[in-house]
């Protein structure tokens, strides 16, 4: 059943977008490897839990959050060490208890806290930067069978920016893949 709401006598820029729920994550995943090889770039799939190898049906990139999450740490280890060094060895030199003024296993334990602590940071805002969170508002939120996106529905929504997006052709793909529901939202 598809219901397009008016969006042929809407502008382009007055709606987010097409979505498409399906039954189940089989049929999900199959639709979602069909719209990636259709050439489909802004474009997303929901699911109410993990599905394993979804973000290869999607062709999605490997994250960069791991490197995000090791630049951090390294930063973080190498700023300690390095500040250690230069308060106890050139900026404010003590000779305590006959020990060498660069004792580098006392500072093991501040590099190791500070290294932890700056890769933890990284890794948590670095993921709310690459998932664009906090996002208080989408329009998919006013769609009503996307409330079942946490309790059973999936759903895969192309919005209206992407390059080969049109309007009728596109909601027509979605049911000829197998979408049960296809609905144009509006912004």
């Not at 992407?162 to 197998?178: E, H």
């Amino acid at each position: 059943m598809a219901i397009i709401k008016g969006a042929t006598m809407m502008p382009k820029d007055q709606y987010f977008g097409v979505a498409a729920s399906f039954l189940s994550p089989t049929e999900l995943y199959d639709a979602c490897e069909k719209v990636r090889d259709q050439g489909f770039q802004k474009w997303d799939a929901h699911t109410p839990f993990p599905v394993h190898g979804l973000e290869k049906a999607m062709g999605l990139r490997p994250s960069v959050l791991p490197w995000i999450s090791v630049s951090m740490a390294f930063i973080g280890g190498v700023s300690a060490f390095t500040l250690q060094w230069w308060t106890a060895a050139v900026d404010y030199p003590v000779v305590i208890s006959g020990k060498p003024l660069f004792s580098w296993q006392a500072f093991i334990p501040v590099t190791f806290e500070i290294t932890i602590l700056l890769c933890a940071f990284g890794t948590v805002f670095g993921m709310f930067a690459l998932n664009r969170l906090p996002q208080l508002y989408h329009s998919l939120f006013r769609w009503a069978p996307f409330q079942r996106v946490t309790d059973d529905g999936f759903f895969i929504s192309i919005e209206a920016t992407d390059p080969l997006f049109d309007v009728t052709k596109t909601v027509q793909y979605l049911k000829d893949i197998g979408a049960t529901h296809v609905e144009c939202i509006e912004k």
